[in-house]
DNA sequence: GACAATCCTGATAGCGCTAACATTAGCAGG
DNA sequence: CCTGCTAATGTTAGCGCTATCAGGATTGTC
């Protein structure tokens, strides 16, 4: 006869050993590690003694498969990149913070068929919810996420039409605001930079919004400029160069980020343009990041950290509303003019 | 008799489902959505084909519990916000990309109790190895981190003593270059501004080094400001005038980061001083975002892309070296004077 | 003292999947 | 037509936990 079980030292431990080290049931010490039903105090204080000195690490994986319950929340950005996601991520970590949930993150980089298998490999592990930025997706992300039976919230943009949940902002006002602001201050020939980016919408959505926003008018846009890839502080300088060497008579510039708004900004200032006067600047954000610069960029805050709130709220279910799911939240971002836009 | 199972909509669908569908096994349904196996032409096109007209996806959970794997790798990082964080993202994604690992991120805030919850929390979902910056942990961090059973690579800082590998530079070592560039090119008065974090232990050893470089010339500190919270570029301008008035014949300022050095580069322009003859600059990091600056802050890289490569080659196992664990890679900062620090 | 109520603990049966082995089909060679 | 193989599929037994229900103590009530 051999030993029935050689004390193997590097196999992980499970709740047979630290109840074997404790003396009660398995059950006993997961009802202990999981504060729930009564357990008296002695038993709770001698099995949290021993899971702590054997070194018990809990195995959610087989907890979540007999409980059909998973503390995890999927949370799908396009990029981590340029601060506005990070800000919206503070505002959900925040909001789930005292819910027992935890935020998962997957990143898209702009690409739809990427976004589809982020999904699918998050989906695959049952998460409680889901977030995800923007409403366009693939047809086979969009029937995913309709057939998942959890929470979903698409944050960032409501043009559209979402599948459960959305909290955002409209991005084709926000750019038809930026054009009256600018218009009212008397400027008139007019030109855009932005990112080479199909799948952007919501910065294809602001140029649309802007450009309806000038035709009322009767203006277009006198020249346009786009860049891929690179310091976006860089580009913005080049961009701006390259686009006043072609059309020297603009007398407004319209960037679609803050960032490639902030190296224009620094351009103009390095040349010694009038800026505002003889020309204007805005861009897009409300970075915070930037407000060390020499002169406030006008911009338009995206409401990032409320999104996030707003989105966690829904998916912990502590929306005040009491709603249960396809809830529509418009935020309104709030034209900061800065320093850079004429006072009309 | 009633049917004996009514087909509920709502329910998740398992395995079962689409082998029920196919006329196979669960099985033979597993092989095929794993690839593993053999598996006839025939029926790996019908199971497929059922399998996506249900919109079946896979329980992970389950079977991650069968098969003792997951595909998971936990990296634990103090923050997200100042861009170097997201860069060593980048290199770990990219290099995890073609081996079927997907990184999940947790943030500590440069908390301790912080970082063993998140840690505790990853281990709970028991990923194929940890990525964790820093080499100081609690006592029961690293107890977790040394039984585990799974590969740690602990980055950013190689001045310490690692639980397993290590991947990074040494942060002493780098602030000790920097003294010794900054008195070789003559400057004898000089201030560091920083932030407050007594857990930024990267930070502090970097100052650590930085002090000792200065020694062995014979020179001390002559001022010193800190920080905390904040827009970085901002603090940067606030310090660097307070630091300033208070030392006025301070003729080099070194900033714990880029970000702050920039805030300071802007202000010392705004302000006329010359630099870098009547001032020298220098921050740490190389951040890309501030290529746009007007005049390029002299830094020092930290590496972040590569030790997120190497760190991730560690947990895939594939370095070339062949060696199992216990790595120790270390990784060289080098020095770039950008346009701040006289020519010696 | 019988009975119910309350508290605490344990036994049992899965959760949805995969490892490992068992079985069957298909086919070549004698 | 049987043996001996390989290729394709199926069967069985868990993975480590928790939901659920079933007790055994202990107490209180009439």
Same mark, same amino acid.
């Given at each position: 006869?051999?030993?029935?079980?050689?004390?193997?030292?590097?196999?992980?431990?499970?709740?047979?050993?630290?109840?074997?080290?404790?003396?009660?049931?398995?059950?006993?010490? $997961?009802?202990?590690?999981?504060?729930?039903?009564?357990?008296?105090?002695?038993? !709770?204080? !001698?099995?949290?003694?021993?899971?702590?000195?054997?070194?018990?690490?809990?195995?959610?994986? =087989?907890?979540?498969?007999?409980?059909?319950?998973?503390?995890?929340?999927?949370?799908?950005?396009? $990029?981590?990149?340029?601060?506005?996601?990070?800000?919206?991520?503070?505002?959900?970590?925040?909001?789930?913070?005292?819910?027992?949930?935890?935020?998962?993150?997957?990143?898209?980089?702009?690409?739809?068929?990427?976004?589809?298998?982020?999904?699918?490999?998050?989906? $695959?592990?049952?998460?409680?919810?889901?977030?995800?930025?923007?409403?366009?997706?693939?047809? =086979?992300?969009?029937?995913?996420?309709?057939?998942?039976?959890?929470?979903?919230?698409?944050?960032?943009?409501?043009?559209?039409?979402?599948?459960?949940?959305?909290?955002? +902002? $409209?991005?084709?006002?926000?750019?038809?605001?930026?054009?009256?602001?600018?218009?009212? *201050?008397?400027?008139?020939?007019?030109?855009?930079?932005?990112?080479?980016?199909?799948?952007?919408?919501? =910065?294809?959505?602001?140029?649309?919004?802007?450009?309806?926003?000038?035709?009322?008018?009767? +203006?277009?846009?006198?020249?346009?400029?786009?860049?891929?890839?690179?310091?976006?502080?860089?580009?913005?300088?080049?961009?701006?160069?390259?686009?006043?060497?072609?059309?020297?008579?603009?007398?407004?510039?319209?960037?679609?980020?803050?960032?490639?708004?902030?190296?224009?900004?620094?351009? @103009?200032?390095?040349?010694?343009?009038?800026?505002?006067?003889?020309?204007?600047?805005?861009?897009?954000?409300?970075?915070?990041?930037?407000?060390?610069?020499?002169?406030?960029? *006008?911009?338009?805050?995206? @409401?990032?950290?409320?999104?996030?709130?707003?989105?966690?709220?829904?998916? =912990?279910?502590?929306?005040?509303?009491?709603?249960?799911?396809?809830?529509?939240?418009?935020?309104?971002?709030?034209?900061?003019?800065?320093?850079?836009?004429?006072?009309?």
């Amino acid at each position: 006869m051999t030993k029935p079980t050689p004390p193997d030292p590097r196999r992980t431990l499970t709740l047979r050993d630290v109840s074997e080290a404790s003396g009660v049931s398995e059950m006993t010490v $997961s009802r202990v590690l999981r504060n729930r039903g009564d357990v008296s105090e002695t038993t !709770r204080e !001698r099995v949290l003694q021993a899971a702590r000195r054997l070194g018990y690490v809990p195995n959610k994986i =087989a907890g979540a498969l007999a409980s059909q319950r998973v503390n995890l929340v999927g949370v799908i950005i396009p $990029s981590m990149s340029n601060m506005v996601f990070p800000e919206v991520m503070m505002g959900i970590s925040e909001t789930l913070e005292d819910t027992g949930l935890q935020p998962v993150v997957g990143i898209t980089n702009y690409l739809p068929e990427r976004e589809e298998s982020v999904l699918y490999e998050m989906l $695959s592990w049952r998460p409680s919810g889901v977030i995800i930025a923007g409403l366009e997706h693939t047809e =086979a992300a969009r029937a995913m996420l309709e057939t998942a039976g959890i929470p979903i919230v698409e944050i960032m943009d409501i043009d559209g039409d979402p599948v459960d949940s959305a909290v955002g +902002i $409209s991005h084709r006002r926000a750019g038809l605001q930026m054009a009256e602001a600018i218009i009212a *201050a008397g400027y008139r020939r007019i030109g855009f930079l932005g990112t080479k980016m199909p799948d952007d919408h919501r =910065a294809r959505k602001r140029l649309e919004g802007f450009r309806e926003g000038l035709g009322r008018a009767g +203006i277009t846009l006198a020249d346009e400029e786009y860049y891929a890839g690179g310091s976006a502080l860089q580009k913005g300088r080049e961009m701006t160069e390259a686009i006043l060497t072609r059309t020297p008579d603009l007398d407004f510039l319209y960037y679609s980020n803050d960032m490639i708004g902030a190296g224009g900004l620094l351009w @103009c200032l390095a040349q010694g343009i009038d800026v505002p006067g003889r020309l204007g600047l805005a861009g897009f954000n409300g970075v915070e990041l930037l407000d060390g610069l020499p002169r406030r960029l *006008a911009t338009m805050d995206a @409401c990032r950290r409320e999104i996030g709130i707003h989105a966690a709220e829904i998916i =912990a279910g502590k929306r005040p509303s009491g709603v249960i799911g396809g809830e529509r939240i418009e935020l309104f971002p709030t034209l900061q003019p800065g320093d850079t836009i004429r006072k009309a």
